[in-house]
């Protein structure tokens, strides 16, 4: 089945810095990468996504790029604020799934005044 | 805009008692999923539900069930609790599941605690 790992497991930036989180996937069938962040006791928020037909997707501050050969995928974070400290999640569905989704350990992000 | 509903924001249960935990899907989703959420953990899937039909399953319980309702809420539904069930409990809900993986929006969460 599916396995997702995620690195690393926490990341300290200096605020204006850019963060970088990776996660590689094993099942090779695996389209759909979406990126969730977790603030303390809060809900998993869905910031970007990105489907296997597409190498990179930018949203203002925050880009995924995709590597289906290698099979990792990572966020990328520019000019770190704050509000971006959090835990960050990476998914991936398993094979012959469109409802279930597979999930990285997670990254919490310290961003460092 | 609306968002996913979840009802009780938190629970107090003893061992072995029961408890149903309620979902609001955002209007016009058609598809229900159910974590489960342990300290420090990331979310684990426990079912999924399309169109009011059970679409996936992950690791949920025998002693778990889940239903979606024709309005599309869902209740999960625990039995014989134990002190592990304890736990932030999460549905989310998308649009036009069954094509591929849709983004999937979560709700505030139902702690849950066993004492």
């Known amino acids: 089945g599916e396995n997702v790992e995620q690195h690393p497991s926490t990341l300290s930036v200096q605020e204006g810095d850019s963060a970088v989180i990776k996660c590689t996937y094993s099942?090779?069938?695996?389209?759909?990468f979406p990126w969730y962040k977790q603030e303390l006791g809060k809900r998993p928020q869905l910031i970007i996504d990105?489907?296997?037909n597409v190498g990179e997707k930018k949203d203002q501050r925050i880009a995924v790029t995709l590597n289906k050969t290698a099979k990792h995928f990572s966020l990328h974070i520019t000019e770190t604020q704050p509000e971006d400290s959090a835990v960050y999640f990476c998914?991936?569905?398993?094979?012959?799934?469109?409802?279930?989704?597979?999930w990285g350990a997670g990254t919490k992000l310290i961003i460092k005044p | 805009a609306a968002g996913v509903i979840q009802s009780p924001r938190h629970l107090i249960k003893e061992k072995r008692e029961t408890a149903t935990l309620k979902c609001y899907p955002i209007?016009?989703?058609?598809?229900v999923y159910w974590y489960q959420q342990g300290p420090g953990q990331d979310p684990q899937f426990l079912i999924s539900?399309?169109?009011?039909?059970?679409?996936d399953k992950g690791s949920i319980p025998d002693r778990f069930s889940a239903q979606q309702f024709s309005d599309y809420h869902s209740e999960l539904n625990m039995s014989s609790l134990e002190l592990g069930d304890s736990a932030l409990y999460f549905c989310?809900?998308?649009?036009?599941?069954?094509?591929?993986?849709?983004?999937?929006?979560f709700g505030d969460g139902t702690r849950l605690s066993i004492l």
């Open positions: 099942d090779s069938a695996s389209n759909y």
């Open positions: 989310a809900s998308s649009l036009g599941g069954g094509r591929s993986n849709q983004p999937q929006h």
């Open positions: 539900f399309y169109e009011k039909m059970q679409s």
């Open positions: 990105i489907r296997s």
């Open positions: 998914a991936a569905p398993p094979r012959d799934s469109n409802y279930q989704l597979i």
């Open positions: 209007p016009r989703h058609d598809t």
